[in-house]
C-alpha cells in the first residue's frame, strides 16, 4: 500500500517517514483528532489506480442520482476569487465535502488548494488536505475510466501531448486500465518531453519516447491524450485515425481551445465527465468550446454510458472523444480513500 | 494580549502552553507552512473586546459596498447538509475566506466547524481554524456593536434572556462597549442561570444576579438580550420600556421564534447585521419572523447607522431593536485577527 512506484513523485523518503510525519489537529475541549495532511501523504497512501475504480463508482452514482453537486460558489475578493466546488455521495458509501481553490495571481509561494471531506452519515469531518495532489489524481483516475469504457480493445499505444503533471497522471490512469506497449511523448520544449521520457519510462517500465511533432506521437496511436495549457489547437484533426480514443484536458473554453473543433467534427461519440459543469462554463467565463456548435446535443455523460443509459463506443471504427472538465464530488471521493488509508494504518 | 479573563473560557492552562500546542501544516514540497488552530488558540490569542472594533470596520465596509458575501452555499448530504458562508473585504486591510459547518444530528462527538481565510492581497491561505469560537467570538462582537450604537446613553443595566455559550459572549460584549453596572439573568433552569452569575461575575467584577423570571429580569433594564434556543417567545413585549434597546439573537423564523412580533411593534428603530441575509431565509427555511409582516421595510442594516446612511435611536425615548444574522464575511475579520496575532508572536 505504501508508495508504490506509480504512487508518486513525492517518495523520495521512506513511507514510514512521511507517514509519522502528518499532523493531527487535537482540539481538548471536543477531544477530537483531525488529520491535516500534505501532497507528500497523500501519495504515500494513495495512488491513482487503487482511485479508479472508486472514481468509476461515482460516475455510477452520478448517473444513478445519488451525487449531488451543487454549481460552484465563487467569490471575487478584488484581486482573486475563492472558487468552491462541493459534492455529495448518497449511495453505499456515503461521504460528502468540498474543494476550494483561488486564483489569484500566482507571484509568490504559499498558494494552496483545500480538499475537506466528511462521513456521509454522521457528518463529522474525516480530515483536511492541503495542496493540490488530489486534483491531480482525480483528474487521472478520471481520465483512467474514460480510457477503460471508450478506448477499443487492444488499445496499448499512447499518444500523448503535453508532459506536466496532468499529463504524468493521465498516462499512470491509461496504464492502469490498459496493458499499454508503447508511449509516444510530445512536448514544445525538448528538455521537457525528454525528462517525462526518462522519468515516467522508468516509473511505469513502459517504452517512452520523445517525438519531434505531434503527428510523431498521434501516428499509428489507439489513445491520443492532450493536456497542455495551450490556448490554441496543439493538434491537427485530421491526424486522428479511426478506432482512435482521444483524452481532451486542457483549456477548452470558446476561441482558447487546446484541440480544434474539427477533433469533435472526426468524433462518433463525444463523452464528458459532467455534462451539468460543462454546459455551465458560461455563466463564469467563456462557454465550453463545443457549446455553441452542433456537437453540444451529443455530448453524453461517461456515468450514463458506464451503466448502459447512453451508447459509448459501437465499433472498433469509431473515433471516441472524451472531454475532462473534473465532475464535482469526485475530490470527495479521493479525500475518503486518502483519510480510509491514514485511519488504516 | 494573553489568556486576558475576558478572552475566554478554556484559559485553563498557561497561554505559553496553549500557544506551544498549535499545529503548522508543512508541505515540503512548497516549503509552506499553515498554521491549524483550535477554540482553545483562537482564545488564547484574542478576546470579544480585541475584535469588537474590526467588526465594526468590517460593518463600515459593508455600507460602502466593500464587502462581498454571496448568498450561502448549501449541499443536501442526505442525512444533514454541509453549508459554506463566504466573503472578502475589499477595503484598507483585504482578506477572504469562508466558514463552512453542517447540519447533520449531533449524536456522536467530532462534529466541528473550519473556518478559513486568505491574504486579500495575495490569495495566499492564512491558516484554518476547527471549532465552534470563532462563530461564538464575531457574533459576541457583532453585538457589542449594535449596542454601542444603538443603546441610548448611559446604559448600564443588562438583562439576559439565557445563560448558554451565546449568551456570554453577548455578555461580555456589552460590558466592552458600556460601563455596565448590573446584570440580571434569566434562563428556565436554576442551575444553568446560577453558573452564569457566578462565573460572569468573576469573569467581569460585575454584579450578576439570577433571578427567577423573565420579569424580573426585564424591569427597570436598559438592554435587553435575548440568547436562547426557545422556538416560542421567552418575554411578553409588554414588559419593554421607552429607552430600551433589544438585541434577538436566538432562533427567529416565522412560527419558530424566541421573540414576539410584538416586540417589534414596540420598537421605534429595527435593525439587522445583514438585511439581505434576513431576507434570504426563505429560500431554505422559513421566512425571518418580521419578513411577512408590516415591520420588513423599515429594518435597517446597522452598517448604514454606522455610517450615518440611515438613523439609528433618534431619542433616549426610542425603543431599538437589534436582529441579529450573522452577517457573512464577519468570521473571516475573525480569523484574520487570530492569524495575525498569532504571527505576531
Known amino acids: 500500500m505504501w508508495a508504490r512506484p506509480s504512487a508518486g513523485y513525492a517518495a523520495e523518503q521512506p513511507a514510514g517517514l512521511i507517514r509519522q510525519r502528518y499532523h493531527y489537529v487535537v482540539s481538548e475541549r471536543s477531544s477530537m483528532r483531525y488529520p491535516i495532511v500534505t501532497d507528500e501523504q497523500v501519495d504515500a497512501v494513495i495512488g491513482i489506480e487503487d482511485v479508479i475504480p472508486k472514481i468509476e463508482r461515482a460516475m455510477r452514482e452520478h448517473a444513478n442520482g445519488n451525487l449531488t453537486a451543487p454549481p460552484r460558489l465563487v ?44 462521513d456521509g452519515e454522521s457528518g463529522v469531518m474525516q480530515g483536511i488536505i492541503t495542496g493540490f495532489r488530489v486534483g491531480v489524481i482525480r483528474t487521472g483516475a478520471i481520465g483512467g475510466v474514460a480510457v477503460k469504457h471508450l478506448a477499443r480493445e487492444g488499445a496499448d499505444t499512447v499518444a500523448m501531448i503535453g508532459s506536466g503533471t496532468q499529463a504524468r497522471s493521465q498516462l499512470v490512469a491509461a496504464n492502469a486500465v490498459r496493458d499499454l506497449e508503447q508511449v509516444r511523448v ?12 526518462e522519468e515516467m519510462s522508468k ?11 505531434p503527428r510523431d506521437a498521434i501516428e499509428d496511436a489507439d489513445i491520443v491524450i492532450s493536456a497542455t495549457r495551450s490556448k490554441t489547437p496543439v493538434y491537427d484533426a485530421d491526424l486522428l485515425e479511426p478506432g482512435m480514443h482521444v483524452t481532451t484536458l486542457g483549456p477548452n473554453l470558446a476561441g482558447t481551445n487546446e484541440i480544434e473543433i474539427g477533433v469533435a467534427d472526426r468524433s462518433d461519440v463525444i463523452v464528458t465527465d ?19 456548435t452542433k456537437h453540444r446535443e451529443r455530448i453524453r455523460d461517461l456515468g450514463d454510458v458506464i451503466v448502459g443509459k447512453r451508447p459509448g463506443r459501437e465499433s472498433d ?5 472524451f472531454c475532462s472538465v473534473g465532475l464535482a464530488g469526485t475530490e470527495v471521493v479521493v479525500a475518503n480513500e486518502v483519510f480510509k488509508n491514514l485511519a488504516g494504518q
Chains 1, 2 share one sequence.
Open 274 to 292: 459532467s455534462l451539468a459543469q460543462l454546459d455551465s462554463y458560461g455563466e463564469y467565463t467563456k462557454p465550453y468550446f463545443l457549446s455553441e
Open 186 to 197: 510530445y512536448s514544445p520544449t525538448r528538455g521537457h518531453r525528454e525528462s517525462f521520457s
Open 317 to 321: 471504427e469509431d473515433i471516441t472523444l
Open 203 to 213: 516509473m511505469l517500465s513502459l517504452e517512452v519516447t520523445a517525438v519531434e511533432s
Open 75 to 118: 467569490i471575487d475578493a478584488g484581486a482573486g476569487s475563492l472558487v468552491f466546488t462541493a459534492g455529495a455521495l448518497t449511495g453505499q458509501e456515503p461521504v460528502a465535502g468540498f474543494r476550494v481553490y483561488e486564483t489569484f495571481p500566482k507571484d509568490e509561494p504559499g498558494h494552496t488548494q483545500l480538499v475537506v471531506s466528511y
